[in-house]
């Protein structure tokens, strides 16, 4: 069980994942709302690291392309495959930006720790 709770952000995500598709395929309007995907992506890049971030952009691309919200436009040329790979790389950049915006925060918990021990 202990183990299991070391995955939260994982199971939380998947979940969220799932219900969208759910939600999406329901209510036959899928969101395209690119947050709407991205959620689990920070959660989970926040928590672990980089290769997560990217693993949890490829299943909200995934999940996306699943429940109708990437179709492509055939009018103008762009397959459903290169939509749902631009969709990858929207999210794969918000996984990238969450570890570039933790590393201030890194640093300023850790100069927080070091001036406490100081005192």
Request: cysteine-free; hydrophobic content about 50%.
């Amino acid at each position: 069980m202990k183990q299991l709770m070391g995955y939260l952000d994982v199971i939380g995500g998947l979940a969220w994942f799932v219900a969208l598709i759910a939600i999406n395929i329901g209510t036959r309007e899928p969101t395209q709302f690119i947050l709407a995907y991205a959620i689990p992506v920070v959660v989970t890049t926040w928590k672990r690291n980089l290769q997560w971030g990217f693993l949890f952009g490829a299943l909200g691309a995934f999940s996306a392309v699943v429940s109708g919200a990437v179709t492509g436009n055939a009018d103008a040329g762009v397959g459903l495959a290169e939509e749902g790979l631009f969709s990858f790389a929207q999210l794969s950049a918000i996984a990238v930006g969450v570890v570039l915006g933790k590393r201030p925060h890194r640093k300023r918990v850790k100069l927080t720790d070091e001036n406490q021990h100081h005192e």
